[in-house]
């Protein structure tokens, strides 16, 4: 008998796997919803969703498997697996009589008592664009799979697929599958009580000391659990989809606080703000309409406004995306390319999305003085920036000799606990009330 083959990017392929946190979970009542549909709309007396694992194939959901072919453990192994030949090939498999196909005629689930016949599996593709497994289904007798079918199984297996995203975030956020609709609801009720409140850094000219602009920070002010920082919450606006009204409030509160301080403080009267903006809202047809009334309401001109944008927004973008940040760049918007430089796509979106800002990550400010590697690394990074035109924010900066460093390496604009935490509205007010806050300390850098 054959031996199933492994997918070219094998190693990698198990890592992405594995990082689902799926393998040996329990039953999944969505997924057996999704099988349940596909054994529906093939007309097929069992469906699997599997997911391929180094030496087994594991049964993630299973609709009437034990009572259509008689099978009843919940994995193979993989030298059995017909969906292990979907994986390797990232395609749709269709085999109508396995005793014909000499990959599969000795195959112990043929010739055995479980007397398998036919097959069609599409494979599962996860967030890192490698195949976790397949949906199939499975007869006893030998038939065709018409092409309506398949396509419908290609189209479920699609769904799999955002279902363990789904998943996987949840795990991130700290939610076992029980907690997930009542966060969410919770959230989506938080967002609707005006429970969302936007803190303020400060972002500063280096030479003087003064601030130039604001990055604003979502916090949820959650009335049992107080104040929560982003990472506790996010992961499960990402996983909902519920980041799409978040993102829209924390745009529409960020624009009307700054362009309030600008009309009423005249220290204040050039100051800009930077919003986070996720991968889903840029994805959404009408982000480009809704920046633009955040900023009508607000009375704040576009170009005191600057749309961050990090890798991982940007990971899985595709032509929609191109066209509205042309359509957010015609308004006049900033565009920032943020935590620049820690993943492998930091030059290609230099290239593809040719923004006006990055900010360097604060991984590289941290390094500074570490060594000459370090300093060479942060120097080059710098000088792609500027060369391409971008202006150069730093993050992260802790320390007076990392402003130093920067200013010697021709960076004018940081940000970082050195100069400001994260402030609620009020705090910043009283500060620009007083001319901004002063230098932290004069530099001795050139």
């Known amino acids: 008998m054959p031996q199933a083959p492994r997918h070219r990017r094998e190693a990698e392929r198990l890592a992405s796997l594995r990082s689902y946190q799926v393998l040996d979970a329990g039953p999944d009542i969505a997924l057996e919803a999704l099988t349940a549909a596909a054994a529906r709309a093939l007309k097929a007396p069992a469906a699997l969703v599997t997911l391929v694992d180094e030496d087994r194939q594991w049964f993630a959901s299973a609709t009437n498997l034990s009572a259509a072919i008689g099978y009843h453990t919940p994995q193979t192994p993989r030298e059995l697996s017909f969906c292990a030949y979907a994986v390797a090939d990232e395609q749709t498999l269709v085999v109508p009589d396995a005793t014909l196909d000499a990959r599969f005629a000795d195959n112990g689930l043929v010739t055995g008592p479980e007397h398998l016949r036919a097959y069609a599996g599409a494979p599962i593709i996860g967030r890192d664009g490698l195949p976790l497994g397949a949906l199939c289904v499975l007869d006893r007798q030998a038939r065709p799979f018409d092409a309506q079918g398949v396509q419908v199984l290609t189209d ?26 009542s966060e969410s609801h919770r959230l989506r009720a938080g967002i609707d009580a005006g429970e969302l409140v936007v803190h303020y850094q400060p972002v500063v000219d280096l030479p003087t000391g003064r601030w130039l602009g604001m990055e604003a920070l979502v916090r949820w002010n959650h009335p049992q659990r107080g104040l929560l920082p982003p990472w506790v919450f996010l992961p499960l606006a990402e996983a909902s989809g519920l980041i799409v009204p978040l993102g829209r409030e924390v745009l529409q509160q960020a624009c009307a606080q700054v362009a309030r301080w600008r009309r009423d403080i005249p220290a204040a009267a050039d100051l800009h ?7 889903r809202q840029l994805g959404e047809p009408d982000i480009a309409d809704v920046i633009a009334e955040a900023l009508q ?3 704040l001109p576009a170009h005191a406004l600057t749309v961050e944008l990090t890798e991982t927004s940007l990971a899985d973008t595709g032509a929609a995306v191109d066209i509205a940040l042309q359509h957010i760049r015609a308004l006049g918007v900033t565009l920032a390319l943020d935590d620049f430089g820690t993943g492998y796509a930091s030059f290609s979106y230099l290239q593809r999305f040719h923004p006006d800002i990055v900010k360097l990550d604060r991984c590289f400010v941290q390094a500074l003085g570490r060594s000459a590697r370090d300093d060479l690394l942060a120097r080059t990074l710098i000088q792609l920036g500027l060369r391409l035109g971008c202006d150069i924010v730093a993050e ?16 004018r604009t940081a940000q970082g606990y050195l100069f400001a935490t ?11 009330l007083g001319v901004h806050a002063p230098p932290p300390r004069a530099t001795t850098a050139s």
């Open 273 to 279: 703000v930077a919003v986070n903006v996720s991968g």
């Open 396 to 411: 992260g900066v802790e320390h007076p000799q990392q402003v130093d460093a920067l200013t010697r390496l021709g960076v």
């Open 156 to 181: 479920l297996a699609t769904t799999v697929a955002e279902l363990l995203e789904l998943r996987r975030a949840d795990a991130g956020a700290g939610l076992s599958d029980h907690d997930v609709l």
């Open 297 to 299: 309401v607000a009375g």
């Open 422 to 432: 994260p402030r609620a509205p009020e705090q910043v007010q009283e500060q620009l």
